[in-house]
């Protein structure tokens, strides 16, 4: 079992920054990739961006590249979201995640974060 505990959403006006960090605890050795997702009122689950625990390997969404930013700290087993120039359609409950198998599925999920970006 893998632990996974968010922190750092909030409120922010557009066009300003928050980073969200992703505790992971318990088997973390089996940990393949770690990936961003977000779910907003009325819309499905969106992958945002994902990260490859082994050499760091990302990958982005379109609509987030240039804006944010995976980066991960291995000795803390944290990974990290950089979000740059947020916009009010932002605004969403995000969540971090971890595979185990490295092939797209997520098996453990946080429990999610509330970001609200106002305009």
């Known amino acids: 079992q893998v632990q996974l505990a968010e922190s750092g959403g909030g409120l922010v006006q557009a066009g300003g920054s928050l980073r969200l960090s992703c505790a992971a605890s318990?088997?973390?050795?089996?940990?393949?990739?770690m990936g961003w997702f977000r779910e907003a009122p009325g819309k499905g689950r969106e992958l945002l961006t994902t990260i490859r625990w082994s050499d760091g390997g990302t990958y982005y969404a379109n609509f987030v590249k240039g804006r944010f930013t995976i980066s991960r700290d291995n000795a803390k087993n944290t990974v990290y979201l950089q979000m740059n120039s947020l916009k009010p359609e932002d605004t969403a409950v995000y969540y971090c995640?971890?595979?185990?198998?490295?092939?797209?599925?997520?098996?453990?999920w946080g429990q999610g974060t509330q970001v609200t970006v106002s305009s």
């Open positions: 995640a971890a595979s185990t198998t490295g092939n797209g599925l997520y098996e453990y």
């Open positions: 318990g088997r973390t050795s089996s940990t393949r990739d």
